[in-house]
Every structure is written in structure tokens, then in C-alpha cells.
């Protein structure tokens, strides 16, 4: 049966010369307009009444051509015809279809402007164009050609499909679909995807994939989900546990279909994360306790171990395939779908390799969002550069679960007759492909920096700079909790694991609720801020009765006796000794005298302490455990007070303050620290001084020179002074600072300064408290404009380093995330610099910093700092900053034997003790204490564990968790070699 031919040609009206032409930067309804009317021009309809196949033609030439024709005009092409070209290709009898943007409008065009096809014999045939056989691959097919000749310019082949081949398939099997004889249509199709097969393979002959990447909203149910993955081709799924679970709350029938498309390898989930916390701005243990938490959901929801690790929200860091690796994921997308700086090269497959030489297959490749004609027109251009830079060549298609355009439908039927752009896979048959070619790249530190400042200042969702230091400083609680649960559980002490466990998991999901909260971008801040407060309350409440029942428990294993006397248990939840300032209440007796305290001054008239404190001790911590301090009775003699020596000088006088290291001057002008000089040094190893920076340069009026004087930042100008302390032990001044405008001496704020230093040690505190800067808002970008603290160093050579995840990195030009510390070293000459958890830091110069604290949003006016001089392992001074000494009031006992112990600790003080989790003992098996260890300043070498209880077994668990090997138990404990940067879960069995 044939086709009566009514036109002699199908032509497409191009913005452009000819197909190399063919614009890639057109707005989102001409790109529409134009790739529909290339789909549809292949219809089977227009198909079977044509005598040659589709063609693109320069729309300003449209005269002179025989015959008659059906003449797509996409909406891009109309600015360049010429006048009245509707009525001239009318006079000339040619189909027009115009005006039509949605593939819906062309085929409604079609079915009212196009006659129905006649049968040879005369006969007509009605079928609607939307229902004929086979129309939507027609259609794909026509995408396809397109898109394989743009490929074919790109890849510099100029290879086309066989024409006579082409025309005959493709006019045999639109006949066949037009009078219903599907296998006839089905047998020529085939062989006409097969011909543009040939020629992909000819321009790229080896395998090509395309990955389908659903990007869920909140909003998504997992109906919605589903529906995606019911198309049949395989289907990549990027989700947090906890948003596939809300999904599932509204659809729990469907947790079994997707489930069962996992087993059946059609849905590969990528993920990972259990909220997708803020990586960079956080600590180590809560990455891994976020990784954790969303592996065991996923489980439980669809009984799969998470594989491929990927996420949103931008978390990238350089050693993220050291923890991967640990956890046992197979690979990684290394792509920041958020915003932010990260390594921009792209590669479809390579070996990701963090410093301490962990690899993980990774893919960088930006997806191309697929459910955009604006995307789809870039489709080639993107497939040329894979297959000109990766040795696996794989394209990336990002959409919603329900899509909104024809495209991806296009792909994946035409996939489905052959791979002519590709085959659909998921991320673990990508990784298996490129099994042996994948090269391997090592990122830095440096060269990723989070947008979270940014996006917080602008969208107003959470304070921008002690949002995120909140939120550290709890994480840390946390940790620190978890570390007194195993000091307790190696005491054996009388407490239940399973319920403690369950308690810091529900603290821990509080704190990702909270987190969540922070970034919600729904909301502005002043609209939560009653939910936040609540919330904070409600996570303070609870770790502090679940710290008191740790405490009790722990105190109740120590040897004892009764007594009338008070005593308070100090315990030190890090691994190493630690010196601590302890505030005895004034209503008790005098401490007995304890080898521990170091340094002991009776109460200081007009001094910051509270009136109910007695004394002021410095007491000296050991590593992982306690010391009791009690009330003196007549057996024991009181606490022998400090005093100083002769000619000593005092620690406080006006703007100076001094220990047994270093003498501190104060600026009479700036009221911040204008010197730190080492007794018997020379040079000034610190200044600093509170700050009030304007985003642009300030042009100062002309004060005859005739010299142009530009300033960043306001006058300071010192108010007043006074020694706050002035005791043997401790010593402190404040400062009172106004800060004016340079241009007309309008008075910015006030900031009072409190500066303290003991007499031990080497170690600088400061309090900054903000005054009046409500009348002058903060407005701008926030890593210019705002109020700052700012740090001066000695020598210009000096190497500035931060913390990442607890490990010591660089940065790149002057922005610095880091929400442990900053430290400036120069050789020997350490200066670390604590921050309380705040993470934005600006390098102001050669030997500067500013460290920011106000900026456009921020509520907060109070802030703290501590400064350490020469400390070797500078992670140490954070964790002391934001780690509490657990306190705990005891009456009626004192400590028998000992007052004083370790418990649980680490010899090297280049090793953090990440995290630590208690198993109980189970019938015919051992206690188990898990302990998770990195290697801080990149120096390696071995660390001993050391527990009050010797362990009967020790193992070192391999990458994935999976396996695990013997260590060697000796009398001083556990020893455990690391390498630089190395992460490592150990396993002590009791």
C-alpha cells in the first residue's frame, strides 16, 4: 500500500546558514520553538506525503524552490524573513505552521493545516496525528538527526546518514505507521536508527552513556519519584535519607516499588547524607555522623547500602575520599549543584585522591539540565567535549522527577531502538566501564571556599556568622558527650549503652533538625527565630541532664568515702591534659590541696568573677579523665595560695597585663593589643585591634596636600580604660573603643574589650561586646563590609594555615573558611588563633587578618577568641576553646586512693580522636569501643591508645568496614601507625 506524495518537501526555517549555524544561546520559548518544529517535522503524517525527508533552510531564502511544501517556521526564525512572507509562501500554495512553541501547538497545527494522507487508490485516511503508530519515535528520530549532524560539525567529521538509505526507511516506515502496519513500520524504523548508529560510531566509535539524574524538591511524594522511575530506563536518584522519607510518609506503598527497582539495578540512588549538613563549616565527626545516620536510614527504608555519594548542597572538601573510602562508598559526583568554588575541570570519570592517598571514582561533569529546551540546544556541544576529554565519554541529564518537556523522552526512545547519542546508565555501570582508565587528580584545601556567607546575608535565613559557629560549638558538645559515654564505659560504669546510645542520636537528629532549620530558604530569620529558640532550649535542657547522669555514673565508680565535705569532679572528655580555669563557690570551705592545681588566688575586689566565687584555680587535667577537688577537713591541709616574688611586678597595671612568658601592651588609641614581647625576644609577635570596614574605599577631604588619602576602615579612638583584675593568678583589662566615620566623624559604635591572660600560660583571651551598632547598619557584601576583629603578625613570610575538618590546610587569595582556628608560623614562632566556631576570615594583607564578626544580618555582639603562642598542634587550642570540662557537684563523698586519673587517652598530639562509640557486649562476644582517629598536621607516625582498662583484643578496620587486622597489644596500650592526613577506625575488645 502506498501514499499519494502531496509536497515535495518538509521544510524547517533555521536562524541561521545552515545546521553549523545553528544557535545554542537562544531564550527558552525560541529553543522550544525551534527543536519542536525540528521533532515534529518528522511525523509520520507529513512523513508519508512528502517525497524527500526534512531539511533545514536559511530563513531569509525561502523563494525559487519547486513544488509545494509544509514549512515549519519556528518563532527564533521569524525575525529574519523577509516582509510579508506569510502571504508570498501562501500565494504559492506551501503549508505554513507558525506561531507554535509546545510540541502540543505543532501537532494541533498539523492536524488542522495539514490534509489528511491519500491512499493511491483515492481513499483517505483520518487517524488523529496524535494517535498514529509509532509518532513519538518518529519524532525523537528527527531530534536525533538534528543533534548527530550539530555532533558531527562539533567533532570536525561532517559525516551525515546515508540520504537514499535514510529516505527510503524512513518514507516505508511512515507509510506503514499511516495504514497501521505496525511490524512493517517498527522493521524500517529500526533500520533507520541503525543507520544514524553507524554514524555516531563513526565519529565516535566507542561507547557513549547518558545518565538520567532526578533531583527531588521537598515537595516531591514518592509517587512522584516513582513515576520516574517506571519510564524503564535506568534512573539516578539524588536524595538525602531524610527527603526520601518524608516522600515515603505520603506513600509508604511505594518504598516497595522503588526498593525493588534497586534490587533490579534500574534505580541507582545517589546520596548518602541524612540532611546533607554543611560539611566545611563543621567538624569531622559530624560529617561522619551524617554519612552514618543516612546509610542506616536508607537501609531501613529501602534495604540498600549506600554506593555513590553525592549531594546538593555544596560540601565538597579534599579529604572527603579519605572518608568515603572509610565508609565503603564505590564513588562520588564531584559537582557542587549549590554554588561555591571547587575545582571547575571536568571529567566524566576520573580517581579522586584526597591528601592522604585515598581514591574514589569520581565523576565532575556538570549536568545538562535536560528538562530545558535551552539545555537540550547545548546537548552536542556538550557530548563533543566528553568525547574530546574523558577516555569514558558520559553525559550527565539533571531534572525533576515529573518532566515538564519532551526531551529526555526523546533520548530514551531513541536509546531504546539503538545507542545513537548514547546508552542510559547508572552511576555503578559508569564506574564499572571506566574500571582501569581513569586518571587520577588530587584537589587542595584551597580550592574549595562555601557560598554559605553569601547566601545567608542576602536571603536572611539564619545569622551568618554565629549561625554557623552555634552549630559547631553544639556538634562538639555532642562529641564531647560521646567521649564521656566511652571514659564511663571503660570505668564500667553502671549505665545502660542501648539507652545512652539512644539518647545522643536523638540529640544528634535535634541538632539536624536545628541545622535544617538554619537553611531553610522558605523562611527568614525573624520569622523563626521563636522555633529556633525554642529548639535551643530544648537541645540545652537535654544534654545537660544527659551530662549530669554520665557524671554520676562516672562518679560513682571512683573509690570513695563518706564525708561531710563538697567536692566538685572535673572531667576532661579530650584525649590529652589540659589546664583549666575552676571557680570555687564562695559559700564552701577552702580545697584541700590537690597536686593537680597549678596556680590558686583568693577572690579579687571589683574583678569579672561572680560574687559567689571563692577561689580561682588552675588546674591541670590529665588526658580522657578527672580530678576531684574537695573541701579541706581536718585531715587535710587547705590549697596553698600563689603569691608572687619578690619585685615581682603585678599582672594587670593600665594598658599593660604580663605572665611568666610575655609582657601584653594595649593601644592608648585603638584599646586592642598593641604588643605581646616575650620576656628576654626580641619583636612584637601579635596586634590586634577591633575593626569597622567599608565595602568601598573612603575618599578623605583634602587636608591641603593636595594628596588623595583613601581609607577601608573607621577611626578608632580609645575612650577608656581600667583593670578589671589584678591577682596573682589572673589578670584582665577592658578597654572601651569609639569608632568614627573619616569622612564626617559620625560615630559608627562602640566596642568594650576585655583582654585576660593567667600566669601560666601562654595563651591571650579576648572578649569583644559591640556597642550602638544598630544605628548603623550593616549593608553589603558581607566579606567586605562589617564590624571585624583584626590580627597583625610580626614577619610578612609568615605561612598561614586553617583547619579543615580538623585537619591543617592552606587557602587560596584572601577568603578563609575555618571554623577551628587560623594559626601564622613562622619557623619556630606559632601563632594560633581560635575562633569559637565562627568561619569567615579575610587575609587583609601580608602579615593581617580580619576576622569578621558583623556583617549584613548578624544579631550576635558578643564574641570570643583565644589566642595560643607557639603551639605546635594548634587543633588542640580549638577543641580546648570548644570542648566544656564537665563539672559536677558532689556532696557527701570524697575520693579515696586517687583524686586525680586518666582514663582514656592518645600519646600523639598530632592525632584527633574523631569519634568514639561504645558497643555492649553481646552472648559469647566482648564490649566494644570504636574509635575513629585522624592525622592532623600532615607529619604521620605512630599513636598509643591508652585505657585505664586493658583491652583483651585490638583490631584496625579496612577501608569499607568490611575487614579488619590484628594490632599489637602492649603494657602502655594500643599502638596504632598513621600515616599523614590518615583516617582509621580502631576496635578495642574488653
Known amino acids: 500500500m502506498t501514499i499519494r506524495t502531496e509536497f515535495s518537501e518538509i521544510s524547517i526555517l533555521i536562524p541561521g546558514y545552515s545546521v553549523e549555524d545553528l544557535p545554542v544561546d537562544l531564550a527558552e520559548s525560541e529553543a522550544a520553538s525551534l527543536w519542536n518544529a525540528i521533532a515534529c517535522a518528522w511525523h509520520p503524517k507529513l512523513l508519508a506525503q512528502s517525497a524527500s525527508l526534512p531539511l533545514l533552510r536559511q530563513a531569509e531564502s525561502q523563494y525559487g524552490y519547486p513544488g509545494r511544501r509544509i514549512v515549519l517556521v519556528p518563532s527564533a526564525a521569524e525575525s529574519w524573513m523577509p516582509h510579508e512572507w506569510r502571504n508570498v509562501l501562501r500565494e504559492q500554495d506551501h503549508v505554513i505552521l507558525d506561531g507554535c512553541t509546545e510540541r502540543a501547538d505543532y501537532l494541533s497545527a498539523i492536524e488542522g493545516h495539514v490534509p489528511a494522507p491519500v491512499e493511491e487508490g483515492g481513499t483517505g485516511i483520518s487517524t488523529p496525528t496524535a494517535e498514529y503508530l509509532l509518532a513519538d519515535d518518529f519524532v525523537a528520530f528527527g531530534t536525533m538527526v538534528v543533534q548527530l549532524q550539530l555532533l558531527s560539525r562539533r567533532r570536525h567529521h561532517y559525516v551525515d546518514p546515508d540520504q537514499i538509505l535514510l529516505t527510503a526507511e524512513m518514507r516505508a516506515a511512515a507509510v506503514a505507521a499511516t495504514t497501521g502496519d505496525e511490524h512493517t513500520a517498527r522493521q524500517h524504523l529500526g533500520k533507520a536508527y541503525e543507520q544514524l548508529r553507524e554514524v555516531r560510531e563513526r565519529i565516535y566509535p566507542q561507547s557513549c552513556y547518558l545518565l538520567d539524574l532526578c533531583l527531588p524538591g521537598e515537595l516531591d511524594s514518592a509517587a512522584a519519584i516513582l513515576s520516574a522511575v517506571e519510564s524503564g530506563s535506568p534512573l539516578n536518584l539524588l536524595c538525602s535519607a531524610r527527603e526520601l522519607r518524608q516522600a515515603a510518609e505520603h506513600s509508604p506503598a511505594a518504598l516497595d516499588l522503588l526498593a525493588q527497582a534497586s534490587a533490579d539495578g534500574r534505580l541507582q540512588i545517589l546520596g548518602g547524607h541524612a540532611i546533607e549538613s554543611r560539611a566545611g563549616l563543621g567538624s569531622m565527626a559530624a560529617l561522619i555522623n551524617d554519612l552514618q545516620q543516612g546509610a542506616a536510614e536508607l537501609h531501613h527504608l529501602l534495604g540498600i547500602t549506600p554506593q555513590h555519594w553525592?549531594?546538593?548542597?555544596?560540601?565538597?572538601?579534599?579529604?572527603?575520599?579519605?572518608?568515603?573510602?572509610?565508609?565503603?562508598?564505590?564513588?562520588?559526583?564531584?559537582?557542587?549543584?549549590?554554588?561555591?568554588?571547587?575545582?571547575?575541570?571536568?571529567?566524566?570519570?576520573?580517581?579522586?585522591?584526597?591528601?592522604?592517598?585515598?581514591?574514589?571514582?569520581?565523576?565532575s561533569r556538570i549536568p545538562l539540565a535536560i528538562d530545558s529546551a535551552a539545555g537540550f540546544q547545548k546537548l552536542a556541544d556538550r557530548l563533543n567535549e566528553t568525547m574530546q576529554e574523558d577516555q569514558t565519554a558520559a553525559i550527565f541529564l539533571a531534572r525533576l522527577p515529573q518532566t515538564r518537556s519532551p526531551w529526555l523522552n526523546d533520548l530514551r526512545r531513541a536509546a531504546a531502538w539503538a545507542p545513537v547519542l548514547g546508552e542510559f546508565a547508572t552511576m555503578d555501570q559508569l564506574c564499572r566501564n571506566a574500571e582501569g582508565s581513569r586518571l587520577a587528580e588530587m584537589h587542595q584545601h584551597s580550592d574549595y571556599l562555601s557560598p554559605a556567607l553569601i547566601q545567608s546575608t542576602v536571603l536572611k535565613t539564619e545569622p551568618p556568622v554565629s549561625g554557623p559557629a552555634l552549630i559547631r560549638c553544639w556538634q562538639q558538645e555532642l562529641e564531647s558527650l560521646r567521649q564521656l559515654t566511652a571514659i564511663a564505659h571503660v570505668m564500667k560504669a553502671d549505665l545502660s549503652a542501648v539507652a545512652v546510645a539512644d539518647q545522643l542520636t536523638g540529640l544528634e537528629q535535634r541538632l539536624a533538625d536545628i541545622e535544617l532549620l538554619h537553611v531553610d530558604l522558605d523562611s527568614m530569620l525573624p520569622e523563626k527565630q521563636p522555633q529556633l529558640d525554642s529548639a535551643w532550649d530544648g537541645m540545652r535542657q537535654a544534654l545537660r541532664l544527659l551530662r549530669d547522669d554520665l557524671a554520676e555514673a562516672v562518679s560513682a565508680r571512683l573509690p570513695s568515702q563518706p564525708t561531710q565535705a563538697r567536692g566538685l569532679l572535673l572531667l576532661n572528655t579530650l584525649p590529652f591534659a589540659r589546664t583549666h580555669e575552676v571557680q570555687w563557690p564562695a559559700a564552701w570551705k577552702r580545697p584541700a590541696a590537690e597536686a593537680a592545681v597549678e596556680a590558686a588566688q583568693d577572690a579579687v575586689p571589683n574583678s569579672t568573677q561572680s560574687p559567689a566565687v571563692g577561689q580561682r584555680l588552675l588546674v591541670k587535667l590529665p588526658p580522657g579523665g578527672f580530678v576531684w577537688l574537695h573541701e579541706a577537713d581536718a585531715g587535710r591541709p587547705t590549697q596553698t595560695l600563689t603569691t608572687a616574688a619578690k619585685r615581682e611586678p603585678p599582672l594587670a597595671e593600665p594598658l599593660k597585663l604580663r605572665n611568666r612568658l610575655f609582657e601584653v601592651t594595649l593601644s592608648e588609641r585603638t584599646g586592642g593589643v598593641a604588643s605581646v614581647m616575650y620576656h628576654g625576644q626580641r619583636g612584637n609577635r601579635l596586634s590586634q585591634q577591633s575593626g569597622f570596614r567599608f565595602e568601598r574605599e573612603i575618599t578623605l577631604p583634602d587636608d591641603g596636600s593636595g594628596e588623595i588619602r583613601k581609607v577601608s576602615y573607621a577611626v578608632p579612638a580609645l575612650l577608656q580604660q581600667k583593670v578589671l583584675e589584678a591577682g596573682t593568678v589572673f589578670a584582665a583589662l577592658e578597654t572601651t573603643t569609639?569608632?568614627?566615620?573619616?569622612?564626617?566623624?559620625?560615630?559608627?559604635?562602640?566596642?568594650?574589650?576585655?583582654?585576660?591572660?593567667?600566669?601560666i600560660r601562654p595563651r591571650l583571651e579576648i572578649q569583644l561586646t559591640i556597642h550602638d551598632a544598630a544605628t548603623t547598619p550593616v549593608k553589603g557584601n558581607p566579606w567586605l563590609a562589617g564590624w571585624c576583629c583584626r590580627f597583625?603578625?610580626?614577619?610578612?613570610?609568615?605561612?598561614?594555615?586553617?583547619?579543615?575538618?580538623?585537619?591543617?590546610?592552606?587557602?587560596?587569595?584572601?577568603?578563609?573558611?575555618?571554623?577551628?582556628?587560623?594559626?601564622?608560623?613562622?619557623?619556630?614562632?606559632?601563632?594560633?588563633i581560635a575562633t569559637d566556631g565562627r568561619p569567615w576570615h579575610r587575609k587583609a594583607g601580608p602579615r593581617m587578618l580580619d576576622s569578621l564578626l558583623v556583617c549584613e544580618g548578624e544579631t550576635q555582639r558578643t564574641f570570643r577568641f583565644w589566642i595560643d603562642f607557639d603551639q605546635p598542634h594548634p587543633l588542640r587550642t580549638a577543641e580546648e576553646m570548644l570542648t566544656p570540662v564537665v563539672t559536677y557537684s558532689v556532696e557527701g563523698r570524697a575520693p579515696v586512693g586517687t583524686s586525680s586519673a586518666w582514663i582514656l587517652g592518645l600519646s600523639a598530639k598530632n592525632v584527633q580522636l574523631v569519634r568514639s562509640e561504645y558497643q555492649p557486649r553481646r552472648p559469647a562476644e566482648s564490649d566494644t569501643l570504636s574509635l575513629i582517629l585522624s592525622e592532623t598536621d600532615g607529619l604521620g607516625g605512630d599513636c598509643c591508645?591508652?585505657?585505664?582498662?586493658?583491652?583483651?583484643a585490638a583490631y584496625e578496620m579496612h577501608p569499607g568496614r568490611q575487614a579488619k587486622s590484628s594490632l599489637t597489644l602492649s603494657p602502655e596500650g594500643v599502638l596504632v601507625p598513621l600515616s599523614p592526613w590518615q583516617l582509621k577506625e580502631i576496635q578495642l575488645l574488653f
Open 310 to 363: 553525592a549531594r546538593r548542597r555544596v560540601g565538597l572538601t579534599a579529604s572527603l575520599p579519605a572518608v568515603l573510602t572509610w565508609l565503603g562508598y564505590q564513588s562520588a559526583l564531584h559537582v557542587a549543584l549549590d554554588d561555591g568554588l571547587y575545582p571547575d575541570r571536568e571529567r566524566s570519570q576520573f580517581d579522586w585522591q584526597s591528601p592522604d592517598g585515598s581514591l574514589i571514582a569520581a565523576a
Open 738 to 759: 569609639e569608632f568614627l566615620s573619616p569622612q564626617d566623624g559620625k560615630t559608627l559604635g562602640h566596642v568594650v574589650q576585655v583582654t585576660r591572660v593567667d600566669r
Open 792 to 832: 597583625a603578625w610580626e614577619q610578612e613570610s609568615a605561612i598561614v594555615h586553617r583547619s579543615v575538618l580538623g585537619q591543617s590546610a592552606g587557602f587560596r587569595l584572601e577568603r578563609i573558611e575555618s571554623s577551628d582556628y587560623v594559626e601564622a608560623e613562622d619557623g619556630s614562632r606559632r601563632l594560633v
Open 945 to 952: 591508645i591508652r585505657t585505664a582498662r586493658k583491652p583483651t
